[in-house]
């Protein structure tokens, strides 16, 4: 019986090699160079770009030795890129006079995007409790659409969403109780939040007055305004408690405002500038206060020889 001739086609050694270099190519994601113009800040970015003296050394940086650290992109839709990770660097190129930047193009879904970009804008060293408070929350609600489900019960729905605030606050170096806190600063009027920004008003009696609704809080501004303070926690606790028993006015707020506090009570504070009108320019602060304290008690025995006689 006659074999049949079967033919088989055996690819080279080149072949099969060049096709599994291509297929890791295709795999490894590579630095490409694109036009600055092509790339733009990601939706609703909560991380501030400011031109302070710190973005001023990156220029310089750059301007001398170029991105050395690649941006993370995505493709947008469109056309160009959404930046993930890298806005001041793409800023400071900008101010540079660079024309490309070194990119790393990755396809991702938003809420995959949302996580990676506040992940990673996480690790700077300086942000201010803005930044936090909504890069937390909009990571929140991206953890939240990927675990969506309509089938819980309330309770589960509330064990879910402690869970969703707990991967939140994972690599944070935060308690999720912490995260929570600081997502409650996004309730607060841009002018409030600027001054928990600047340190006017501290962290704890911030949260506290984010219980105020915003018609609350602009009464709560004009009062602090008009009394010229700034709120202490027991200030910020009574005023939650009024608003919360329906007791809150500007008057109320206003009369809690204009208390001095026991801090105030018990200090005295002199300026340093008014001081220095006093000493020679090489005096230390010891030595001012040791000069100020024989100059009372040499006022407080003249005081007490005159009450004498």
């Known amino acids: 019986m006659p074999k049949s001739s079967v033919n088989v086609s055996l690819n080279s050694y080149d072949d099969i ?23 733009f800040p990601f939706k609703n970015h909560p991380f501030k770009v400011l031109d302070d003296e710190a973005m001023q050394r990156t220029v310089e940086s750059v301007a ?17 890129y959404e930046i993930i990770s890298g806005h001041r660097r793409q800023h400071a190129a ?20 949302v996580i990676l970009m506040v992940d990673s804008n996480l690790q700077r060293e300086h942000i201010l409790p803005s930044e936090r408070a909504f890069a937390y929350k909009m990571k929140l609600e991206a953890i939240k659409k990927q675990g969506a489900r309509s089938d ?34 996004t309730n607060l009027v841009p002018e409030l939040l600027d001054m928990v920004d600047e340190k006017k008003i501290a962290f704890n009696p911030a949260v506290e007055l984010s219980y105020l609704d915003e018609a609350q809080q602009r009464d709560f501004l004009e009062a602090m305004n008009d009394t010229q303070n700034f709120p202490s926690l027991s200030q910020a606790q009574r005023l939650k408690k009024m608003a919360q028993n329906g007791q809150f006015s500007y008057d109320v707020a206003f009369a809690i405002m204009g208390e001095a506090k026991k801090d105030e009570l018990d200090k ?35 005081r007490q020889r005159s009450e004498e006689r």
């Open 17 to 39: 090699f060049s096709t599994e270099e291509s297929r890791q190519e295709e795999q490894r994601e590579q630095v490409q160079q694109i036009s600055i113009r092509e790339l």
């Open 64 to 80: 001398q030795y170029g991105v050395l650290a690649p941006l993370l992109a995505r493709p947008r839709p469109e056309g160009g």
């Open 94 to 113: 900008e101010l540079a006079g660079l024309e490309t930047l070194p990119v790393i193009v990755r396809e991702m879904s938003d809420d995959a995007a």
């Open 152 to 185: 819980l019960t309330s309770g589960q729905v509330v064990q879910k969403s402690k869970l969703s605030i707990e991967q939140v606050a994972e690599g944070t170096g935060e308690g999720y109780k912490t995260v929570q806190r600081f997502i409650r600063l």
């Open 268 to 302: 005295v504070v002199i300026k340093n500038d008014t001081l220095k009108k006093y000493f020679p320019r090489s005096y230390t602060p010891k030595q001012m206060e040791d000069t100020i304290i024989k100059l009372l008690e040499q006022w407080q025995k003249k």
